[in-house]
């Protein structure tokens, strides 16, 4: 397969150069009309007035919470299984979004729970598991910090990554194991519990934190391969690094 | 205008939430390039020591 010549952090540095600016317009576009639907277009809610609101941000930090986390420890388990460096990285690379989307997650369900449950805090299921989640994800950062050499943190962070994923099963049918403050899933399959609007503005937010997740963790990518191959014949060739020569 | 600020007085809480996004995003990108232009100053200082380096050796190499 062709594709596996970006397999290696010297091929994928370029391309991911060029990949960032075409999802970085792609995930602008996306977030003006999610926003302008979201806060605009989209109709009141019956039974939450305009508190509602705040699912445009909820719902998709929340999402890429778990789907990051997901990704992070699939990145890590190849780079454990395969020895491969680039996939290592890439699990590095997504754990400070991962962590940031899950605090937004917490951070805006607490602005959203307390005017619909009168609390801004709640020790039931999906808020604890979320929360979880978030010490997870410290706990990947504080394992990479701790550790000197890279190639060992990798492994130690994989391990914990990988561990951690019988989380997000749990974060995700929370509301349906538990009998939880937390309301259930706003949209299923072949069920029309929200007005379309609502729906497209939602699912367009969904899609530009999607995009401006794959944006900020290709940036990061980035630096972390200067960081780790600095050194390399081809990190020293770049012309971005040589114009750092004094 | 005003009233779309006022967010059925919601106004706290929702832009308590968006705020907090755009703060974090912003705080993110703001991070991330940071840490690319340490990462470039770095790999370019390690080049540059690894080049006199080479050349040190190459000197004593050829004085020896």
């Known amino acids: 397969m062709s594709g596996f010549k970006y397999a290696s952090p010297a091929q994928f540095y370029p391309l991911a150069g060029k990949l960032i600016p075409v999802f ?7 977030l003006v009309i999610g926003l302008t639907i979201g806060l605009y277009i989209a109709p009141i809610d019956v039974t939450q007035k305009d508190s509602y609101r705040i699912i445009f941000i909820h719902v998709p930090a929340a999402w890429m919470s778990m ?9 890590y388990a190849v780079a454990l299984g395969a020895n491969t460096r680039l996939s290592a990285m890439m699990g590095q ?23 619909t449950w009168g609390t801004y805090w709640e020790w039931d299921a999906r808020m604890t598991s979320e929360l979880v989640l978030l010490f997870l994800y410290l706990g990947v950062i504080a394992l990479r910090n701790a550790i000197d050499d890279p190639r060992r943190a990798d492994k130690a962070c994989g391990v914990l990554a990988i561990v951690g994923v019988v989380n997000v099963p749990i974060i995700y049918f929370s509301v349906q194991w538990w009998n939880t403050l937390h309301q259930g899933a706003t949209i299923s399959v ?14 367009v937010m969904v899609f530009a934190f999607w995009f401006y997740a794959i944006v900020i963790t290709l940036m990061r990518l980035r630096a972390v391969i200067l960081e780790r191959e600095a050194g390399a014949n081809w990190v020293s060739r770049l012309p971005e690094v040589k114009e750092e020569w004094r | 205008m ?32 940071a840490r690319m232009r340490k990462a ?20 004593t190499e050829a004085q020896s």
């Open chain 1, 24 to 30: 970085l317009a792609l995930a602008t576009i996306l």
């Open chain 1, 67 to 75: 789907f990051l986390y997901v990704m992070m420890a699939v990145w």
């Open chain 1, 93 to 115: 690379a997504i754990v400070p979004t991962g962590a940031l989307m899950t605090v937004l997650a917490l951070w805006t369900g607490s602005f959203w729970g307390k005017p």
């Open chain 1, 190 to 203: 072949g069920q029309k519990s929200i007005d379309s609007m609502m729906l497209t503005g939602l699912l």
């Open chain 2, 2 to 33: 005003k009233e779309f600020f006022a967010m059925g007085g919601y106004a706290f809480y929702i832009w308590m939430a968006y705020a907090a996004a755009a703060f974090l995003c912003v705080a993110e990108i703001i991070a991330v390039r």
């Open chain 2, 40 to 59: 470039r100053i770095m790999a370019a200082h390690r080049a540059e020591t690894d080049a006199t380096d080479k050349g040190a050796a190459r000197l």
